[in-house]
């Protein structure tokens, strides 16, 4: 049995680079402490937080605790296999397909809460694990995804949740037939929220008028550092899943192939004739079919200039759109991370 104790902070010298499990033993009245992970500089001393836990007592550790280290630190490197971790969200996906998309939303919302301004969010910390930000009505059922990937993380001790959320949305998106994104691993995990944003940072639907959407769409990507044409070629991320009105409150595909990545979104969007859907829910828009919908913020693209200059461009050019989706994405995932294992990007 292991209690959590408390933490203590010491300074330690270390020469590696990587995500390493340490093993600290330390004698207090003969019983044995040990440290669940930490991160080194290269060739640098530096203060170092550890979480101690106490072996076979079911108590917390009472009073201060000192210890001498030196030879006493072992360090056994956490290595993470990333082909087998690809491999394993590739099979949660063939499982069944229609966690692909939700896959995504796990990625893209724990990167886009990212602001330039003052350097705090993305992905870097995992904090879409932690409160308040899991708890964002913008995150609702994402943690569905996060459970399906909880074995992943448990057979895969070296990958941080960080690097696993920001990995299975880039697997899903090849699984679904997109392009290849590029990805490195070197995402923290923080131990709690917070540093997680206090209130969503991610798009709205709907803020009334198109003019004011359209305001809202640019001033959150915008936050972020995206252009007007990454924010069209992200938002073509809707050509995959669906909403769900227990989650968003509006229900409905975007595309009659929600599982198979491509630039349908935009050609429905511009050739498909969209009336305001009759329902008690919120303001969406559906086809004469009644099979697919579109939200307000997915309109308001038509009444920008610049916004549905790019809509155009994509809905006649997938190539063009595949790369520009692939660039943008990757840039997405990597907002706000301080540092990687390597220079270049993991070659799957």
């Known amino acids: 049995m292991y209690s959590r104790t408390s933490s203590r902070v010491l300074s330690v010298q270390a020469r590696t680079t990587s995500l390493a499990r340490v093993s600290v033993r330390a004698k207090n009245g003969g019983r044995s402490y040990y440290q669940e992970q930490a991160r080194f500089n290269s060739s640098a001393r530096e203060e170092v937080k550890f979480n101690f836990w106490k072996v076979g007592l079911g108590v917390g550790l009472v009073g201060g605790f000192t210890a001498l280290i030196g030879t006493s630190i072992i360090a056994e490197e956490a290595k993470a296999d990333y082909d087998k971790i690809r491999k394993q969200i590739a099979a949660v996906i063939d499982a069944d397909p229609n966690r692909g998309p939700t896959l995504i939303r796990l990625a893209w919302h724990a990167s886009g809460t990212y602001s330039k301004v003052d350097k705090t969010g993305g992905s870097d910390g995992g904090n879409i694990r932690h409160q308040p930000e899991?708890?964002?009505?913008?995150?609702?059922?994402?943690?569905?995804?996060?459970?399906?990937?909880?074995?992943?993380?448990?057979?895969?001790?070296?990958?941080?949740?960080?690097?696993?959320?920001?990995?299975?949305?880039?697997?899903?998106?090849?699984?679904?037939g997109g392009p290849k994104i590029k990805w490195r691993p070197g995402r923290s995990d923080n131990p709690d929220g917070k540093s997680s944003s206090q209130n969503t940072r991610l798009p709205d639907a709907d803020k009334g008028k198109n003019v004011d959407t359209i305001k809202h769409i640019r001033e959150i990507f915008n936050r972020m550092g995206f252009s007007d044409q990454e924010i069209v070629a992200l938002l073509g991320a809707h050509s995959l899943g669906r909403c769900y009105t227990d989650r968003s409150g509006y229900s409905g595909p975007w595309t009659k192939a929600p599982t198979a990545f491509s630039n349908e979104y935009y050609r429905e969007l511009l050739e498909n004739t969209w009336t305001v859907k009759k329902w008690k829910g919120p303001l969406q828009y559906e086809d004469k079919a009644k099979e697919l919908m579109m939200l307000p913020a997915d309109m308001a693209l038509l009444s920008?200039?610049?916004?549905?200059?790019?809509?155009?461009?994509?809905?006649k050019d997938e190539a063009r759109f595949s790369k520009d989706f692939a660039a943008a994405f990757g840039k997405l995932l990597e907002l706000g991370v301080k540092s990687f294992e390597k220079k270049g990007w993991w070659p799957f």
């Open 134 to 176: 899991a708890g964002h009505g913008a995150n609702a059922g994402l943690h569905l995804a996060r459970g399906w990937l909880e074995p992943i993380k448990k057979s895969n001790p070296g990958i941080t949740y960080a690097d696993l959320f920001t990995l299975a949305g880039v697997v899903a998106i090849e699984e679904m």
């Open 304 to 315: 920008d200039g610049e916004f549905k200059k790019w809509v155009e461009i994509y809905a």
